[in-house]
């Protein structure tokens, strides 16, 4: 392969994602290897006689001797040894391999590198019929980086609480009851309860102050998808800034449920009252 300063290529940065690709990534890189450049296949350890799927569900990267030796911005190029091959070189191994796998299209930077190997490496997962948003090691490894990370959080100062907490009985509860009230207004519009003859239309349309009853049920129709989606967004934000970083509160379990239901009736002040907890105790600790 023609050297790369031709396309820009700082060596330093080249040495780096090689680097990094054969220390954290090889079992992405034999998963690439083997969708974009399938001849792989045959000079691999693999029982030909299964289906390709199978025979890569359970292979990883340490299943055989894989390395990125070189990358342009048009190709990769892959030298593997499968271990245990009978061949052996005159230094007593198994003989490199090398496959160069095109990268198409061409890059037009090298800043382009981690999203197309990124992409890479979904579409190859995917066309080996493997999660696309990773293998189970990856999900491990990002549970132990969480747990590391929650280990500094504490070491640091920053508490965790691992319990639910009431809404304080007067803000808290009352912007959860209005909320409520009003998610209960739009079902009795749906569902038929404001119309003319009945108590709820008679009583809106002789004390709501815009349009009466009419007025009433336009302005709730109205408000209803910005408000669902105001919530919602709110349960996603608190569960990404504070509970995704909490690993005493796990995901799905019943105290993370009943902050997401606190949290989709109560917005900000859930955001409050759990961030005055931890402050709490951050206090108690010092």
């Not at 954290?24 to 290897?33: K, P, Y």
């Not at 009945?198 to 009433?216: E, N, V």
Request: charged fraction near 25%; include cysteine; proline fraction near 5%.
């Amino acid at each position: 392969m023609a050297t790369n300063n031709k396309h820009g290529i700082d060596p330093t940065s080249l040495a780096r994602t090689l680097s990094h690709m054969n220390k954290d990534h090889a079992t992405d890189l034999l998963h690439i290897l083997i969708h974009f450049n399938p001849l792989a296949l045959i000079q691999l350890p693999l029982d030909l006689e299964k289906p390709v799927r199978q025979l890569v569900r359970d292979l990883r990267g340490e299943d055989v001797d894989i390395r990125l030796v070189d990358m342009s911005l048009a190709e990769m190029q892959v030298q593997t040894r499968a271990n245990g091959a009978t061949a052996k070189g005159l230094n007593g191994e198994s003989p490199m391999i090398t496959h160069m796998i095109p990268i198409n299209p061409p890059m037009k930077s090298w800043g382009e590198r981690r999203e197309r190997l990124v992409a890479m490496t979904k579409e190859a997962r995917e066309g080996l019929g493997l999660p696309a948003e990773g293998l189970p090691e990856e999900g491990k490894a990002k549970k132990e980086e969480k747990s590391a990370e929650n280990e500094k959080r504490r070491e640091k100062g920053v508490a965790l609480i691992d319990t639910y907490l009431a809404p304080r009985l007067f803000w808290d509860g009352a912007v959860a009851i209005s909320v409520a009230f009003f998610f209960a207004c739009y079902a009795a519009v749906k569902g038929g309860y404001v119309e003319q003859g009945l108590w709820a239309w008679q009583f809106t349309q002789k004390w709501w102050p815009l349009g009466g009853a009419d007025g009433f049920k336009w302005l709730v129709k109205a408000m209803f998808w910005p408000v669902l989606a105001i919530h919602i967004t709110e349960m996603v934000m608190f569960d990404r800034s504070r509970l995704a970083k909490n690993a005493k509160i796990p995901m799905g379990g019943l105290t993370w449920l009943k902050w997401m239901v606190s949290v989709f009736f109560e917005g900000y002040m859930a955001f409050r009252r759990y961030d005055d907890k931890v402050a709490e105790l951050e206090k108690k600790k010092h």
